[in-house]
């Protein structure tokens, strides 16, 4: 990985976030990574590259940006654990390499600015920036890309339910957020 690659996709990283921040400049750095130990070429469509994020952080737009994946072709898949970390998957191969930011990991850093760090991460190696670990991704055909492969419709308000997302409650098919409540209310007018 050069720094003439790295400036490209954080220079299309930062269009597509807004601006160039910690979070962009590692988390190109991280997708660079991830790419290249499964053997996928920037700036090309990888079919068979799942991304699994554990953040949803300015780092998730950076992986977004460079490696093409996105959660509308359910190539991106977000897993909220609150850490810089994510997993690349060969849905080919089977490989997965989970990669996190030991950078971030460290708790007492030197006090940096914008600049100094972003030139840090463009000339660090990345084995130094990153601890990489193969791990074993099992996906189930509700999370597969593609159409969905199943389609149910909620008992109590009748939306419908893509990809196995809805529970069986007294033999009927319910929503999660008729199940377990949801994120929103109601207003009653």
């Given amino acids: 990985m050069?720094?003439?690659?790295?400036?490209?996709?954080?220079?299309?990283?930062?269009?597509?976030?807004?601006?160039?921040?910690?979070?962009?400049?590692?988390?190109?750095?991280?997708?660079?990574?991830g790419m290249e130990l499964l053997g996928m070429e920037l700036n090309k469509k990888n079919k068979n590259l799942i991304v699994f994020l554990e953040i949803d952080r300015c780092m998730s737009?950076?992986?977004q940006s460079v490696t093409g994946c996105s959660m509308g072709k359910r190539t991106l898949k977000q897993m909220y654990y609150g850490k810089f970390a994510a997993t690349f998957y060969n849905q080919e191969t089977g490989e997965a390499l989970r990669i996190t930011d030991a950078?971030?990991?460290?708790?007492?850093?030197n006090e940096e600015t914008k600049d100094e760090m972003i030139a840090r991460f463009r000339r660090t190696?990345?084995?130094?920036l990153f601890k990489v670990e193969k791990v074993k991704i099992?996906?189930?055909?509700?999370?597969?890309?593609?159409?969905?492969?199943?389609?149910?419709?909620?008992?109590?308000?009748?939306?419908?339910?893509?990809?196995?997302?809805h529970k069986i409650l007294?033999?009927?098919?319910v929503c999660r957020s008729c199940a377990d409540g949801s994120y929103y209310e109601l207003i009653e007018d």
């Fill in 125 to 128: 190696p990345p084995e130094e």
């Fill in 170 to 173: 007294g033999g009927k098919p």
């Fill in 2 to 33: 050069d720094e003439k690659e790295y400036d490209e996709q954080l220079a299309k990283s930062a269009e597509f976030h807004g601006h160039v921040c910690g979070g962009i400049a590692i988390g190109t750095k991280l997708a660079m990574y």
């Fill in 138 to 165: 099992e996906l189930g055909l509700g999370n597969l890309p593609g159409k969905p492969y199943t389609i149910a419709f909620c008992s109590i308000c009748g939306e419908k339910v893509s990809d196995g997302r």
């Fill in 103 to 109: 950078d971030a990991n460290k708790k007492f850093k």
């Fill in 61 to 63: 737009d950076a992986v």
